[in-house]
């Protein structure tokens, strides 16, 4: 299992419990509430 490092984006749906994050290879992951990341996009 590979080690990401994320970064997380500030957005005003944080407020509503959905994260945005960037991890070290430019992708974009979400986090909605207490459920685990997702791969949002694909490069």
Same mark, same amino acid.
């Given at each position: 299992?590979?080690?990401?490092?994320? =970064?997380?984006? #500030?957005?005003?749906? =944080?407020?509503?419990?959905?994260?945005?994050? !960037?991890?070290?290879?430019?992708?974009? #992951?979400? =986090?909605? #509430?207490?459920?685990? !990341? !997702?791969?949002?996009? =694909?490069?």
């Amino acid at each position: 299992m590979p080690n990401y490092y994320f =970064k997380e984006i #500030w957005t005003p749906l =944080k407020f509503f419990g959905i994260h945005f994050y !960037r991890d070290d290879e430019d992708r974009y #992951w979400i =986090k909605v #509430w207490s459920y685990p !990341r !997702r791969l949002l996009t =694909k490069s």
